[in-house]
């Protein structure tokens, strides 16, 4: 889920020059502007807020009100300084979270009182939004600068367009060209335009602020809106509140006083997703360990079976998209030798995701074990440990890769890309995959010139995905080079696989031929390969076919572009009841899939229709 702090801006003080005004009349929409008009235009704006000279008064701000966003309603209160601190907390009951921008860093603290560093890219806007709540930007010398763009007509009204820019940071400044009135900012963040309409205009202390804010995204349900109740200008600040906090301690206990849960059998469904057996609020059933998950989830159909309440409306990403969720409070899980107590959790139906695994996904475990514990993985060996950060000292023999911070309390590595490109992409165990990359590296790179490229469908929260596929020469990891990499190149969705931000998702397709020790307090990841890491062949699909169990059939709902099954006539909508020879069950079907999709080029693949009828293809490398 993304955050729920969005910009929350306050003062809108947007100017880009001190330059004195020049005569002459605003610009017609889609006319040249000059420099000069550029001025003219800004200064009417300042005009309208309360002058230049009152901007410079202002040292710090604390304010306070009530926000609505994901179905919830609550408070919220933001502070900052001139000097580039900034604070925010908001609580909407079950779901709460801090932002803060101080002294120690750039950090959040998520719903579950965990401490999660920023992300760069994050940080560095935050600190370009909060010179702008101060009018930096308006004054000489900090670095900013302004372009007066063609009209725009917004809200039935048309609009002088500002963009004011800092270190490749920007958005656009909407005025009302007869009086500087401020209407709207534009934003982009990522890849997507996010807008924010400023009303409820007062004046406090000689200054115009907009005392209702309302942010909005592509995706409706991820909209805020922020009422403020009160603004105060020079009221003095507790520099103390933007030190870094320690993390909630009890997150997890391990039993019996103990600091590490020792080996624990794990289940690597289709060989690359982790299955273990624990209890949900008393009642035993599988968990999915997931380090790509923004929060922890409970299937929808659990969550109504256990009686736990829900609230809100949550926008859950996925590599499918966007899915509906909401927010569960009180949830405790078990696994052997520990315990995550009283923490909060997503609800989303994950019956979609079960169907295409082939299996149920009752509970997925995120971040939060990540956060607070080390997570040993040790892939060849089928089992996983927990151990307790506080003191844990890395004594084997593997190699130390460094962790960035990502989005929502993710961590990325860097890879190298046929030893040439590095990508900064995230360490995602929930995906069963290689390596996705993302459009912009792709084509920035341009991965896929040269290649044999086909398509294949794949998805998870948000539903189904259509990527590239094509072969990389290598992929370098922890200085490990693998060779002949399936890939997969996204196209660019809405989804969690659709960034600028960074270069793609690592996934289990890697990580199964390795030991990982995950160590987020201390941002490492040691690496040890597992017996014959370089020389396992990856698998591959070498067949074209991929759909879904149904009413006793797979049933098709992609065939990959020049594959054996394209080739062959199948098409989407068919329904095959047995591969090979291996009648296709509710239970059995997606390894059955998996096994003869994989078969090795050359080899004849037969399968049965649902009219009895059998066919054969050759299995070749497509891509």
Known sequence: MRSLL???????????????PRAGGAQEAGAKVTAGEVAEVLDRHARWLGGRENFGKVGDFVATG??????????????????????????????????????????????????????????????????????????????????????????????????????????????????GRHG????????????????????VEGLRISFRTEVLRDEPRENVTIEWREIKLNAGIDRRRFDRPASRADVVRFSGGSTATGWIPMELHLGRYIYLEGKVNGRETDIVLDSGAGATVIDAGLADELKLQSVGEVAARGVGGVQSAAMLDNVTLELPGLVLPRIKAARIDMSGVGRLLGRPMPVVLGKEIFHATVVDIDYPASRIAF???????????????????????????????????????TVDTGSGGTVALFKAFTEENGLLEGRTVSEAQGGGVGGAIVSKVATLDSLTFAG??????????????????????????????????????????REALWVEPGAE???????????????????????VSFVAPGSPAEKGGVQPGERITRLGDKPLTADNWRVELMNWSNAPAGSEVKFTGAGGEERTLRAVDYF
């Open 66 to 179: 009530r926000l609505t966003s994901h179905g919830l309603s609550g408070t919220i209160r933001s502070e900052g300084t001139r000097d580039g601190w900034t604070r925010n907390d908001v609580d909407l009951g079950v779901l709460t979270e801090s932002e803060v921008i101080g002294p120690t860093g750039a950090f959040s603290v998520n719903a579950n009182g965990q401490v999660e560093p920023k992300p760069e890219e994050s940080a560095t806007r935050a600190r370009f939004n909060g010179m702008r709540d101060f009018g930096l930007h308006l004054l000489p010398g900090n670095g900013f600068e302004a372009e007066l763009r063609a009209r725009e007509d917004r809200d039935g009204e048309t609009w002088d367009v500002v963009r004011v820019e800092r270190g490749g940071v920007w958005c656009d400044l909407f005025l009302d060209p007869a009086d």
């Open 533 to 555: 890491w370089d020389k396992q062949p990856f698998r591959r699909d070498r067949v074209g076919i991929q759909g879904r169990f149904d009413d006793g059939a797979l049933l």
């Open 184 to 203: 709207w900012t534009r934003e982009r963040r990522d890849r997507e335009d996010v807008w924010t309409r400023h009303t409820d205009w007062r004046l």
């Open 387 to 425: 151990r307790a950060a506080e003191g844990f000292d890395y004594r084997g023999d593997g190699r130390k890769v460094p962790l960035f911070p990502g989005p929502d309390g993710h961590r990325r590595v860097d890879v190298v890309v046929d030893g040439k490109a590095t990508a900064r992409v």
């Open 6 to 20: 969005h910009r929350l801006p306050l003062l809108a003080i947007l100017a880009g020059s001190a330059a004195a």
């Open 480 to 521: 490990y080079e693998l060779k002949a990499v399936p890939a997969s190149f996204t196209r660019g969705e809405k989804s969690t696989f659709d960034s600028k931000d960074f270069d793609g998702n690592l996934g289990a397709g890697v990580f199964s031929r390795f030991r990982l020790i995950f160590d987020y307090a």
